[in-house]
């Protein structure tokens, strides 16, 4: 199969932008990572236990995630309830679920990893997302549902490390919006990466 | 005034020597100076004309309730007009202008409006422009309009640039378990035992530097002030100066700006001007301090009369002596401590003290041991001059009433009628003030927000009890975060050491009328104008607001609104706390649109959707357009093509041989679960639940009323499984309505809706060659044979290099038609393919305008015919609605008006001499009826290439049978332009369908 290309890279080319310069360690490192894989898993009112259950044991979870919430599990994949009936699971594939328990959708291209780390990641977030990062208030695995500029996004949490998992026709935009509020940081693009989600 | 820089005073200033210049020439200030300090030093004014009589208007403050020295600051497209002299920190080569007059505030053509000024008492233009008796005579909106233009020109501030502004403003959110608003010693302490009890805490100024009260000390505090801010900073206090607490919002939720680079001459290219934060807190903590007012006398306005506490600041913190011979009038102790310091750095003062015995002589005898003059019984009566004070008519207490008595020379006139407590904020949350008699001040009200409030804003004027009561609230918030019960306790506010002397207003004038006392004086409120509105029955405190403007705009009741209230409060007969306050509104200070509108400006205004392929699209020349929030090709020019020859080539070359197109805006959405079939049946209009595998079909929706919503084709991929696709305008209301309707109406339906239109990059190919440049593309040519794939046939297959794809043989064109989808990753790789295929047998790449040309030879709607007025059978569907089954509005479309014949139907439209145009949005009418309401209108029209003149479609009434051979007028009233057309069936090119099914 032919590689999956960058979609971000007219607005975040490689190189150091804004305050920032070769030589500086930047505050904050932009980079897509172009092999998401992402998947919803949907159940009925009635066999939501038994896709839980399905997800947990296949996925290697420790449990189910409550409403609005994520769990990480030892490879560093992702289960993410999203809706009550909908469950968003990410680095691994999904189990099978037969129509009369749920129904599965193959979103990977549906969204653009955009991760985020340095010193300044978080306050560069906090210029746009109204969530609370505060690292006693975020530990690492946590998940948000946000809005970027009136658009949905999720917000995956690591420690200082973070990746937007942005709505692949808006993602340009937005990484613009975020490198403009970069500029006062100063930011360094890296060039996009085939590597799975990266968490610790 | 002769204001003068004294040596070992000003603790703020630096070395550096600042240039800057007001109205053009050019002075010289120090660095740490506001503009203010600068333009008191070297002694400019006026500095200000007044809002609607255009008096002369000096600094009357040091801090954010100036309401006299409001300049415009900066030229052309960084003009800033109403900026707070008193606020703004000198930078090299700032450029300050006055404003609200001409040729300039000294000399200024609108004072005539003083002379006048009889004539413009409270609610004058709501009488005057009523109409003159007998006959109303200048009455209506008309008149009013150039009344209005006249008023706007004599009154007001200044004016805002109207170029866009070069700046770029942010938006931040924060989080924090306590916010302190206020960095004075309550503020400090608050902050500081907060920490230490391990909260987060942020502590917010407004101030260019921390400390609040402690700025305009006698004693040089600054040492003190760095160092509890250094341990501040220490514990982890996130600190924020020149960053204003502007609003007070639900939970806990405040709005804060922060001014960033204003007091920079050259500021950092990164960085915004301004940042707008949202903080939620947990706690918040009011420590806003109190703003010392005057009080109404004859001409209080005149430039050089301040507050006491403003000519402190000066002196203090600027090194600047308001003047050489100094008059002071109080009626409280705050203003002893203030003469002394004048005293002491050269001034001669005099203390004029309404109270007729002070029970505590400490601080008198310490002021006159420092050469101040102090009278008690007395107070400045009229202030002297005209564009600077020159001395004062002082008053005496004559039993219980004020009287003339002698004149004193000074060029400076300090009042104080009291401190008002900052209780703005809280107020944004609609928490009443309360009067305290003993203060003669409106204190805090209750509140069960998780608010506290400590200081000076909380009526404690001794710095002990301000550092107590800051403790209190920090103890309050820490144990309400630990959820028991406060224990923190606080001594109620005990006032001065001598009582404050109630004082608002004070008339020796005998010549009423001749002379103004000013209560508001921001916007030329007098007490005359209190007193007027009493008069004529506006006795309630908000009637009285509005109908003197007392208190409104930027100011907000900062200075005059508590001088208002006593004097309504003495018009009723009543007491102060009976009458009432009026509510401050947010922001407290201004807030500039630039930072509210924040990054979203320009291209960001709203979020733009691309396309995978908008890469591909710009290299290969295209040109994009706006569709909602998409970007979208509009054509792909070749040298020298005008826009009608690209499209008509591009239209041409899609008809004789292949176009490409990318599509990837149509909503697309999956349809899952086991009754997915017969929700799609209940959806639309036809009938779905015998669509098979492999199979794709076209729908229309329609809404409850029976009127056509949306459109598109839905394939199935399984019986379980359907992919649907809409209009790219309604993509979103098509998901959210089938959202509620599984939700709300069918929720024993077991289906999921979910949007895949950004999993799947599309593109059309279109044309007679279309099948064979697919089959190049794809891993199995025979997969997109005939037979394979027939027309509404769908497959999942793969194109080369196993790019995975889905394509339906469907058309929008006319044409033999497919539309391929990949997943978005791979959009570039699949049009790459399928363009160097369409262009070896001499295809093209084609826009929405050829796209638009297309589908109206071939007469198929779009969200411009779909338009929420039409029925199935307006729009020439009417074999689309089943009658067989009950769908989403199958019962309302049958309404009786909806099925008159004579409703307006899609048609075609041709002008009859062909070598003519016509506009889409033009009206339509019968020859014999032209003017008033149309029978048609058109909707989309375009040069076709195929008939070789302009075409249109539009509706008219009865439908193409009603007018087979009238010469319909179409009139473009809004162009000026008017056609005559013959009308047809809108399905005009290849009404049999022969070309999509070869």
Known sequence: MANRPALLNTALPPGFYGRATANDYPPLVFQERTALVLHQVAAWPNTVESIERQLVNKGGYSAAPGFSGAILNSSGHRLVRVEPLKWWLIGQAPPVVQPDDGATLDLSHARIQLDLHGPAAAELLNRFLPVDLRPSRCPAGQVYMTQLHHTSVLLLCDDARYSLLLPTSFAVSLAELLCDGARQFGYQVLPPSESELQTT | ?998
């Open chain 2, 1 to 998: 005034m002769s204001a003068t820089r004294v040596d070992g005073y000003g603790w703020s200033l630096g070395a550096a020597t600042l240039n800057f210049s007001w109205d053009g020439t050019r002075y010289q200030g120090r660095e740490g100076d506001t503009l203010a300090s600068a333009l008191l030093v070297n002694n400019v004014g006026p500095i200000g004309r007044s809002f609607k009589y255009h008096r002369p208007r000096g600094i009357t403050s040091a801090g954010v309730e100036e309401s006299g020295a409001l300049v415009t600051v900066g030229q052309g497209d960084r003009r800033d007009p109403n900026v707070r002299a008193t606020t703004q920190t000198l930078y090299e080569g700032l450029q300050a202008y006055g404003q609200n007059a001409w040729p300039n505030v000294r000399y200024d053509a609108g004072a005539i409006n003083n002379v006048m000024g009889r004539f413009f008492a409270a609610g004058f233009y709501y009488k005057t422009f009523f109409g003159l008796p007998p006959f109303d005579t200048g009455s209506g909106t008309g008149v009013w309009m150039k009344y209005e233009s006249l008023i706007r020109k004599a009154a007001g501030m200044g004016s805002a640039s109207t170029a866009p502004d070069p700046d770029h403003y942010e938006h931040a959110h924060g989080f924090c378990d306590v916010l302190v608003v206020g960095s004075g010693p309550a503020g400090r302490r608050a902050a500081s035992v907060a920490v230490q009890s391990g909260l987060n805490v942020w502590l917010v100024e407004q101030d260019s530097a921390f400390g609040g009260t402690d700025l305009s000390a006698t004693d040089n505090r600054q040492q003190l002030i760095g160092q509890s801010i250094a341990e501040l900073e220490a514990a982890g206090v996130t600190l924020l100066k020149r960053t204003t607490a502007f609003g007070l919002y639900d939970n806990a939720v405040a709005g804060l700006l922060e001014r960033v680079t204003d007091h920079e001459a050259d500021p950092s290219p990164w960085l915004p001007r301004q940042r707008f934060w949202t903080v939620r807190a947990t706690r918040i903590i009011l420590a806003t301090g109190a703003l010392e007012r005057g009080y109404a006398f004859a001409h209080n306005d005149r430039p050089g009369v301040m507050t006491p506490s403003a000519a402190a600041t000066y002196l203090n913190r600027y090194g600047v002596l308001a003047g050489q011979t100094i008059c002071i009038g109080t009626n409280n102790d705050s203003a002893y401590r203030t003469a002394t310091d004048l005293a002491k750095a050269g001034a001669v003062v005099t203390l004029l003290d309404a109270r007729t015995r002070l029970q505590h002589p400490q601080l008198s005898d310490a002021a006159k041991a420092a050469g101040v003059n102090v009278r008690l019984r007395s107070l400045p009566g009229k202030a002297l001059g005209r564009c600077s004070v020159t001395g004062v008519k002082t008053a005496v207490l004559a039993g219980r009433e004020w009287r003339a008595q002698s004149r004193i020379a000074c060029d400076a006139l300090l009042v104080s009628g009291g401190w008002s407590p900052v209780v703005h904020l809280l107020s944004h949350r609609g928490v009443r003030p309360v009067w305290n008699e003993t203060l003669q001040a409106f204190l805090p009200g209750e509140t069960s927000e998780p608010i506290s409030v400590c200081g000076s804003a909380a009526g404690y004027w001794s710095e002990q009890q301000c550092l107590d009561s800051g403790e209190a609230a920090a103890h309050d918030a820490v144990d309400a975060m630990a959820g028991v019960t406060g224990t923190a306790t606080i001594s109620v506010p005990l006032g001065w050491d001598n009582p404050i002397a109630p004082l608002y207003a004070l008339n020796i004038d005998t010549r009423s009328g001749q002379t103004k006392a000013f209560v508001d004086l921001q916007h030329d409120v007098t007490s005359s104008d209190i007193a007027l509105a009493h008069r004529e029955g506006f006795v309630s405190v908000e009637h009285m607001k509005r109908y003197t403007t007392l208190g409104m705009a930027n100011d907000q009741g900062k200075n005059g609104n508590v001088i208002g209230l006593a004097l309504l409060a003495d018009a009723l007969g009543t007491a102060i706390d009976s009458v009432g306050t009026t509510t401050f509104r947010p922001p407290y200070t201004p807030v500039a649109i630039g930072a509210l509108a924040g990054p979203h400006k320009g291209s960001h205004f709203r979020p733009l959707r691309r396309t995978p392929l908008h890469a591909w699209n710009l290299a290969a020349g295209g040109t994009l357009i706006e569709a909602g929030l998409w970007q979208r090709p509009w054509y792909f020019k070749q040298t020298n093509e005008s826009l009608e020859e690209t499209y008509s080539r591009e239209a041409r070359v899609t008809r004789q041989r292949v176009g490409l197109c990318d599509v990837t805006s149509l909503g697309k959405i999956a349809v899952q679960g086991p009754d997915a079939a017969e929700f799609l049946d209940r959806v639309y209009t036809n009938p779905f639940k015998t669509l098979q595998p492999g199979r794709a079909r076209y729908g229309i929706m329609l809404r409850d009323d029976g009127m056509v919503f949306d459109d598109g084709t839905t394939w199935c991929l399984s019986p379980t499984d359907y992919f649907m696709t809409t209009t790219t305008a309604h993509a979103g209301a098509v998901l959210q309505r089938l959202e509620e309707l599984l939700q709300v109406r069918w929720p024993e339906l077991r289906v999921h809706v979910s949007s895949v239109t950004d999993q799947w990059a599309g593109v059309s190919v279109a044309g007679p060659l279309a099948r064979q440049v697919l089959e190049q593309c794809v891993a199995d040519a025979e997969t997109v044979s005939d037979a394979a794939l027939p027309f509404m046939g769908v497959i999942d297959t793969e194109l080369q290099h196993a790019i995975p794809a889905r394509i339906a043989r469907i058309s929008f064109s006319g044409e033999l038609g497919y539309e391929v989808y990949t997943p978005s990753g791979f959009g570039p790789e699949m049009m790459t393919q399928l363009w160097t295929e369409a262009q070896a047998v001499g295809g093209c790449l084609y826009g929405l305008e050829a796209l638009n040309t297309l589908r109206i030879e071939k007469g198929h709607v779009t969200g411009a015919e779909l338009d929420g007025n039409i029925t199935l059978q307006d729009a020439g569907l009417g074999n689309m609605g089943a009658s067989s089954k009950a769908y989403v509005g199958s019962v309302l479309k049958d309404r009786p008006e909806l099925r008159r014949e004579d409703r307006p139907s899609l048609v075609g439209l041709s002008p009859v001499n062909t070598s003519e145009r016509f506009n889409a949005g033009s009206l339509l009418y019968a020859p014999d009826k032209v003017g008033g309401h149309p029978i048609g209108w058109v909707t989309g029209v375009t040069f076709s290439p195929q008939y070789d003149h302009w075409i249109g479609i539009g509706y008219i009434e009865g439908g193409a049978t009603a007018w087979p051979t009238t010469d319909i007028v179409c009139t473009d009233p809004i162009r000026g332009a008017q056609t005559t057309v013959r009308v047809s069936t809108a399905h005009r090119y290849d009404p049999e369908g022969a070309r999509v099914r070869g």
